[in-house]
């Protein structure tokens, strides 16, 4: 059986409603399921809903509206105790408690408590931290504590006596929604409005109704105390970081400093300055990389000492961004403050507006206006405003435009000129043709058309013209990984995905040519002093592109349209020995979603035969040990070196399951059936007693007239089945075996 709790990623969040046991979402009252503070939501007719607060009782009194809490945030610690006699320690069962401060403590009468921070804990006992739970053992003692420790200092301390005989204690942790609130409301009555506010600065708002409300429920283990400490600690514990600064901006504790590895320092300064030239032609000249900012604001006597404020303020910020260095990723802007010799400059670009902006780039094209003062635009010159993406967007377009215009272009200037949009970031959003009629002091950006034709032509130019290349240009080579990833220039200019066309498969065809060449030199490319690049292995690069193509649609034309294509291109990669990990798992993702004409998976089955049988199959010697040794040839940036051994461990034993299963699932592919068995032992081979693997297992056995060890394996699937397996799949699970055992199957 397919294993959709690992197919798909499940995403949660602080408030949600469960639906599972209705056909459908019923119009009604829902209340979230988070300890303490409940939160209601109604779906009304009409398609409208109300978001409501659950809270407490409320009094009037005169013009006051004061409010009163019964259910006050409940112990966050949800513990489960085993016991036996004979057990000399107690094991703890801590669950995922990822990377939240977490503290432990014993005690024993009345001596003081011994706490031990948990991730100090699962440092030792787990050094690669692979482990979702946390396992481990400490010393009989009489009571435990349990401490949540925030980030504002707050801590959360439960305290639980522990039974004389217990053995093991589970502990999960459960985050409130809400906080307890102390809020209280007026009735101003010249508005007749009801006005709640928090009288001590706690959000949000909290408001009950209580009719058919379901009874809370609650820990089976209740702590003999609860306690919320501020700046809790214990002998030898770190301190948090204290939020007070001294006038220097250091930090000031009036008992002592301590910074808690959790805490960010407080950033240093640098003495970072702007070079503000005296004219706009030195001003022009000196923009290198960067955008030249012009104030225009001739009626304010004023303006030069407000622009010199306005650098100031300018200078401090970068400084405090770049405290540790240097990094021309932050210094966007240079700035400059017209003067009367300006004058003919500004008539004979139009600029008539006063006050006004304007942005150029380096060879001095307008690139945005507008006729806000430059103080009111401060908050877009900073690095992670998106109005810098969008007029360096500008940027490449104006100088495509006049490459392309220009007959003296040589084929660098335009293979420069597509790299230059290429690897622009994606601005936020493309609304950039027109100002705002709300808004009149919005920057206008200005506007540039080219033609799609015009573009498409220069391109196929560019690729037919390098097929002979004897050794890759690096600037092309990561201008076609970003054009067939649909984050290239095709993007920039026109804001449209596009499928992948005789180009782009020309393309490709120069990355694999030059596949050994481009790995031997991406990395001095990327490191390359002044410039920002990341070309990643080729052809990991080329794989997740056309898997990524498989979905897009445009102008029409399916991706599926390029199906014998995109298979030519993985069985060269594979043909060529250059095919490794990510090829591989790229392409049996394409070929699992594409069936053959006659509606089986017969194309895809090959495939995965020939891979199974080169570097999995069992009889080569310990699945564990080839996996190993596959995991450690990864590329640094591989989303599974990045997500670790575990996954890439389980990827392949989802992946013979899954080649496996459409073996069950399709009579056309009933030729593989043997080498399904094969596939699917060794998914337990590697991840044991999974009772989705067991299933398919015992299905194929059936199927090859293995009848008692189908049913057999089919007994251990019942017999693993957990909480985590759908309710209708386990009851799937459960028939099958029964019709096994009646020959009905």
């Keep these: 059986m397919r294993n959709f709790i690992w197919s798909f990623s499940v995403f949660f969040c602080a408030l949600y409603s469960s639906f599972s046991q209705t056909k459908s979402i019923e119009k009604g009252t829902y209340l979230s399921t988070n300890k303490g503070q409940k939160i ?6 009409d398609n409208k809903y109300e978001l409501v607060f659950y809270s407490g009782d409320y009094e009037i009194k005169g013009d006051s509206l004061l409010f009163s809490q019964k259910i006050k945030s409940e112990n966050a610690f949800d513990v489960a105790f085993a016991t036996d006699n004979k057990a000399q320690k107690i094991k703890i069962k801590f669950l995922d408690p990822s990377y939240y401060s977490f503290y432990i403590g014993t005690q024993n009468s009345n001596d003081p408590v011994q706490y031990q921070k948990i991730t100090d804990i699962r440092t030792k006992v787990d050094p690669e931290w692979t482990q979702t739970n946390l396992d481990f053992e400490i010393d009989k003692a009489d009571y435990l504590y349990l401490v949540y420790e925030d980030y504002n200092g707050e801590s959360k301390l439960s305290k639980f006596a522990l039974p004389k005989d217990v053995s093991e ?5 459960q985050l409130a929604a809400l906080d307890d609130l102390n809020i209280a409301g007026f009735f101003d009555k010249k508005t007749k409005e009801l006005k709640i506010s928090e009288q001590k600065g706690k959000n949000p708002l909290v408001f009950l109704n209580e009719k058919d409300t379901p009874q809370a429920s609650v820990s089976k283990v209740v702590p003999v105390e609860n306690q919320t400490i501020s700046n809790w600690t214990y002998p030898g514990k770190e301190a948090l970081i204290s939020d007070d600064f001294g006038s220097d901006g250091a930090v000031v504790d009036s008992a002592a400093v301590v910074v808690d590895a959790y805490a960010p320092p407080v950033p240093p300064k640098s003495d970072f300055k702007l070079k503000i030239e005296s004219n706009l032609k030195n001003a022009i000249s000196s923009t290198k990389n960067k955008l030249l900012v012009v104030y225009v604001n001739s009626k304010n006597p004023a303006v030069k000492s407000d622009f010199d404020t ?20 932050y210094d966007l802007f240079n700035y400059y403050l017209a003067s009367a010799e300006d004058k003919k400059w500004l008539k004979t670009n139009k600029i008539t507006d006063n006050p006004s902006i304007i942005v150029l780039n380096e060879n001095g094209d307008i690139l945005a206006t507008s006729k806000a003062k430059l103080s009111e635009k401060q908050p877009q010159f900073n690095y992670y405003d998106g109005f810098y993406k969008k007029a360096q967007r500008v940027n490449a377009l104006l100088s495509f435009d006049k490459v392309i215009k220009n007959k003296k272009t040589k084929d660098a200037d335009l293979i420069m000129a597509f790299n230059k949009a290429a690897v622009l970031e994606m601005p936020y959003d493309y609304d950039y043709a027109e100002t705002s009629t709300e808004n009149p002091e919005d920057f206008k950006l200005a506007k540039v058309t080219l033609d799609k034709k015009t573009v498409s032509q220069n391109w196929k130019k560019v690729i037919e013209a390098h097929q002979k290349d004897a050794k890759p240009n690096l600037y092309l080579v990561e201008t076609i990984l970003k054009e067939i990833k649909n984050q290239g220039f095709y993007k920039q200019f026109f804001n449209e995905d596009k499928v992948l066309t005789d180009t782009d498969f020309l393309s490709i065809d120069y990355l694999v040519k030059h596949a050994d060449a481009i790995e031997a030199q991406r990395v001095a490319f990327n490191e390359k002093e002044g410039e920002k690049h990341l070309v990643g292995n080729v052809i990991a690069e080329i794989t997740s592109a056309l898997q990524q193509n498989t979905y897009i649609e445009a102008d029409g034309v399916p991706a599926e349209a390029n199906k014998d294509k995109t298979i030519s291109v993985y ?41 199974f049988n080169a570097n999995l199959a069992i009889d080569k010697g310990s699945a564990i040990e080839q996996l190993d040794e596959m995991y450690a040839t990864l590329d640094p940036i591989s989303d599974y070196s990045y997500n670790g051994w575990n996954a890439f461990k389980e990827y392949h034993s989802n992946l013979c399951n899954s080649a496996a299963w459409t073996v069950v699932l399709k009579p056309g592919n009933a030729n593989f059936l043997k080498s399904a068995i094969g596939w699917s032992e060794y998914s337990l081979a590697v991840t044991k007693n999974n009772p989705y693997y067991l299933d398919t297992l015992a299905q194929l056995y059936y199927k090859d007239g293995q009848k008692q060890k189908a049913v057999e394996t089919q007994t251990l699937a019942v017999k693993y089945l957990s909480a985590e397996v759908e309710v209708e799949t386990a009851d799937e699970i459960r028939e099958t075996l029964t019709k096994m055992q009646d020959g009905r199957y």
């Design 40 to 45: 209601k939501l109604n779906l009304l007719d």
């Design 169 to 173: 204690v589970t502990v999960n942790y």
């Design 310 to 329: 306005f650098v100031k303020d300018q200078e401090a910020q970068l400084g405090y961004t770049m405290y540790d260095g240097y990094n021309a990723e």
């Design 571 to 611: 069985k060269k990669i594979i043909g060529s020995g250059k095919g490794n990990f990510e090829s591989y798992r790229n392409y049996f993702a394409y070929l699992g979603e594409a069936e053959d004409k006659d509606g089986s998976n017969t194309s895809y089955l090959k495939e995965f035969s020939s891979y």
